[in-house]
C-alpha cells in the first residue's frame, strides 16, 4: 500500500498518438510518437499483438509521464501508457472524450 501523498508523485497525463511503427525483431512491441502539448515523446509498448500501427494514429491515451526513461531493444521509451490486462491482450485506457494533450489526471 502506498499513501496518498506517493500516489500524487505520479504524473498521470492525457496524450495523443501522432505516428507509431514496429519495432523491428519483436512481435509485440511498437514504438509511438505521442504529444503532451507543447512536448513530444517517445513511447514502447507492447501492444502489437492487438493494436496495428494504423488504428492508434489520432487515439487518445493515458500515460505516466514523469517515469523515468527506459531502454528497450535498444531504443528509449520515455514513458509508459496504462493498459488493462485480457484474455486477448492490452486494453489501451483512454478518456471517454477528447481533452487537451498533457492534460493531467486526477
Known amino acids: 500500500m502506498i499513501n496518498y501523498e506517493q500516489f500524487q508523485q505520479t504524473e498521470l497525463r492525457a ?3 501522432l505516428a507509431t511503427e514496429r519495432i523491428e525483431g519483436s512481435g509485440k512491441l ?3 510518437r505521442v504529444s503532451l502539448g507543447e512536448e513530444e515523446r517517445q513511447i ?3 501492444i502489437g ?3 496495428t500501427p494504423e488504428e492508434l494514429i489520432g487515439r487518445q491515451i493515458i500515460i505516466v509521464a514523469n ?3 527506459r531502454m528497450l531493444m535498444g531504443l528509449e521509451s520515455q514513458g509508459m501508457l496504462l ?4 484474455p486477448d ?3 489501451l485506457l483512454t478518456p471517454d472524450q477528447a481533452v487537451p494533450p498533457g492534460v493531467r489526471i486526477k
Open 44 to 46: 514502447l509498448a507492447g
Open 89 to 91: 491482450g492490452p486494453v
Open 67 to 69: 517515469l523515468e526513461p
Open 49 to 51: 499483438k492487438r493494436y
Open 30 to 32: 511498437l514504438r509511438l
Open 15 to 17: 496524450a495523443t498518438i
Open 83 to 86: 493498459a488493462a490486462d485480457s
